[in-house]
């Protein structure tokens, strides 16, 4: 689980890196959708 939020931290930091809003708001998104999907594979996995 560490290095799933550390690679997500590091697209994270990625994507804050790039100079266009659009695209830096798309990467945001991207991020936050992988990081609910990792938190809900966790917790499935927990529960099985």
């Known amino acids: ?3 799933a939020t550390s690679s997500l931290l ?3 930091n990625w994507a804050t ?3 266009t809003p659009t695209l830096n ?3 945001f998104l991207f991020v936050l959708t992988s ?3 990792l938190a809900t594979l966790q917790i499935a996995h927990k529960h099985n």
Do not use: G, N, R
């Open 25 to 27: 708001f798309t990467s």
């Open 17 to 19: 890196q790039d100079s």
């Open 10 to 12: 590091f697209m994270l």
């Open 35 to 37: 990081a609910i999907a």
């Open 1 to 3: 689980m560490a290095s």
